[in-house]
Nanobody
Framework: QVQLVESGGGLVQSGGSLRLSCAAS????????MGWHRQAPGKQRESIAG???????NYADSVKGRFTISRDNAKNTVYLQMNSLKPEDTAVYYC????????WGQGTQVTVSS
């Protein structure tokens, strides 16, 4: 059974930075694709960053150049470094593990004040 636990969310001013972490249980982390998604109030959940088991990354245009996804397989953890935050980045951020099916964390709130 895979469980994902996100942390690192909070309130930050526009232009600030936050680092989200997602710790995974189980033994499939290192061979799984990991992703970060977010859902703002009244909007659909959107994929913003992904990293393959081999370390290849991809980003949504809305965060490219500001956010960086990385992983530490020794710690079963994926990170999302978020810089130059904007009020429109305010959302609940979710971690996702894909290996045959999707597993989701409970989400962490990020609020960016103007």
């Amino acid at each position: 059974q895979v469980q994902l636990v996100e942390s690192g969310g909070g309130l930050v001013q526009s232009g600030g930075s936050l680092r989200l972490s997602c710790a995974a249980s189980g033994s499939i982390f290192s061979i799984s694709t990991m992703g970060w998604h977010r859902q703002a109030p009244g909007k659909q959940r959107e994929s913003i960053a992904g990293i393959s088991s081999g370390g290849s990354t991809n980003y949504a245009d809305s965060v490219k150049g500001r956010f960086t996804i990385s992983r530490d397989n020794a710690k079963n953890t994926v990170y999302l470094q978020m810089n130059s935050l904007k009020p429109e980045d305010t959302a609940v951020y979710y971690c996702c593990l894909f290996y045959g099916r999707e597993y989701w964390g409970q989400g962490t709130q990020v609020t960016v004040s103007s």
